[in-house]
């Protein structure tokens, strides 16, 4: 929702970093699903997550907790069903407009996923789910997997 606004306002400008602010929000969704896994939302993920967020080229002043929160509430839709799972794992993909960017966006996952030194079984079922955004990436993924 808030990407359609933020469309509508220009927001799908080409930041510094990168990103669209449509795109900066689908991977804030991505490390919020990735965090997730587990079924909880630890304080010091959140964090991580903000601090991602801080470090994007938004657009304009953004409210970071209504973003992070927007996408919690995505993500939890998500967890409803393998179907609302496909709907948000397609919404995903189509928020990137390339693919350069949508494989950052993953990178950028899986590197936070991997913070600690391996995936969790939890975080490895989640992984799966992000491979189908871009089967281009498994091996990478399998790397890391590995790690």
């Keep these: 929702m808030l990407g359609k606004f933020r469309a509508l306002l220009g927001g799908s400008r080409i930041g510094k970093d990168g990103y669209t602010d449509t795109e900066r929000e689908a991977t ?3 490390l919020v699903l990735i965090a997730f896994s587990d079924q909880t939302l630890r304080i010091s ?3 991580q997550i903000m601090s991602v967020m801080e470090s994007f080229d938004w657009s304009s002043e953004i409210d970071h907790e209504q973003i992070y929160f927007a996408a919690v509430t995505r993500v939890r839709q998500a967890l409803v069903s393998d179907r609302s799972m496909d709907v948000f ?3 995903m993909r189509r928020s990137f407009s ?3 960017s949508l494989k950052r966006a993953i990178k950028l996952t899986l590197n936070i996923a991997n913070s600690d030194g391996q ?3 939890e975080e490895a079922s989640f992984i799966d789910h992000i491979r189908r955004l ?3 990436l498994s091996e990478e993924i399998e790397e890391k997997k590995g790690a």
């Design 134 to 136: 871009n089967p281009t």
């Design 98 to 100: 390339g693919e350069q």
């Design 89 to 91: 794992m397609e919404d």
């Design 28 to 30: 804030v969704s991505l």
């Design 45 to 47: 993920e959140k964090e």
């Design 119 to 121: 995936f969790s079984i």
